[in-house]
């Protein structure tokens, strides 16, 4: 799955208005479809996973921080940047 998300990741920061169209979908079977027509090919329960990994990785703690474990992956760069994940958590309804 990691390949499927490197795979995505590099698709979404080439081009910011499929991540935009990416964001407004409403459900984890409208990503499916998108996403294969982007050439990703995802499970729901993949979907269902990288949409919680998402989550988890832009929502601070009760104390407005984030975990160790998050800084390490801002620090890895592996969730891109973080003004653009923030405003992706907004539109993130699937």
Do not use: C, Y
Not at 11 to 32: N, R
């Amino acid at each position: 799955m990691e390949d499927k998300l490197r795979l995505l990741q590099q698709k979404l920061e080439a081009d910011e208005q499929l991540a935009e169209k990416l964001f407004q979908l409403e459900t984890p079977e409208e990503v499916q479809v998108f996403l294969k027509e982007n050439d990703v090919e995802m499970t729901i329960e993949e979907i269902n996973a990288a949409r919680e990994a998402l989550i988890t990785s832009i929502t601070p703690s009760e104390t407005g921080e984030l975990s160790e474990e998050n800084l390490d992956r801002v620090a890895g760069g592996s969730m891109g940047e973080g003004p653009r994940r923030i405003r992706m958590r907004m539109h993130l309804t699937w």
